[in-house]
């Protein structure tokens, strides 16, 4: 594998979170393969695979890429191996989807020295010097938990259910990954806002075993259990099979007994459980990054200047029509109103995850 990467004009080291940052390599010459070493978390969710998916589809040899994938199985340590057998190997550039924010300091600055360009995918990473990753793409988590929180207090509104009387678990992520940390802060300014009762918190890791398992030792502990706030999709699906194991009812009626659930990530099976109102509401957070990715390499071949963060646009879909808009505020502190659709099954038939 020959390294491509001939310059690093890495000037403006302690640029702004939008600010644009230079280029930092000329690679491939036109036609020549770019290699990339792709540090994935795991496949802990359906949002995972079709992210993978995704990766993989776009950063393929008819592309014009050698993609070298590694699977962390959801553990750093694996992930700070793969980057520095990637650094190893001399790629072109590394991709890393990070499991945790923090951690990451030491080996992104002997990337750095390597001349690898660093390109961080979906959760981001928490680093003394932002200059040690080129760019960074993915979602606005805290986005999302606020938009999930805003449109439960429409809801409740709508139906005049007294805030005192909703009581609520969080089913979190995986503790210290983007999207739990921006997630569970949604719903905690929600409950500080609004007043509602937030009876417990515990991870689900993102996946459906755990978050049955937690949803299972919840509804032992509370009786009056009526919305589950899961962090995403496949630990929802938990949930339900255990609220539905415990003789209960999932559905947004929570004055007559039923249980809501609130999730994220709107996958197939996501919106499909929303469809069929098991779900009330799913927040979107869209997995395919390849080709946003892509742009980014084909920028910075071209010697062209990146934005440094690269926030996704994204969704809210409900069960019924209750809540037409929401309004939150994003981390960039700019606030603005997201509508929020009824979901149909053209809608899901419609949609490529
Ligand atoms: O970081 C994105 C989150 O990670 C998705 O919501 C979840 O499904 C995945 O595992």
Redesign the pocket.
Known sequence: MKKKVVSVLLTAAMVSAMSVVPAISVAAEEGDTITVGFSQ?GA??D??TANTESMKATFSEENGYELIFDDAQQKQENQLTAIRNFIQQEVDYILLAPVTETGWDTVLQEAKDAGIPVIIV??MVDVSDDSLYTTWVG?DSLLEGRKAAEWLNAYATAKQIDAKDINVVDIQ?TIG???QIGRSQGLQEGVDKYGWNLLAQQSGE?TQAKGQEVMESMLKQYDNINVVYCE???EAFGAIDAIEAAGKKVGSDIANGEIMVIS??TTNAGLTDTLAGKITCDVE?NPLHGPRVEELIKALEAGEEVQKLNYVDEEIFAADDTVDKVTATNSLDEEGEYAVTPITQEIIDGRAY
Request: hydrophobic share 25%; aromatic share 16%.
């Open positions: 978390v802990e969710s949002w995972r979906d959760r979602t992520g990954s983007t999207a993102f995403n999709d496949n994220f990530d957070c």
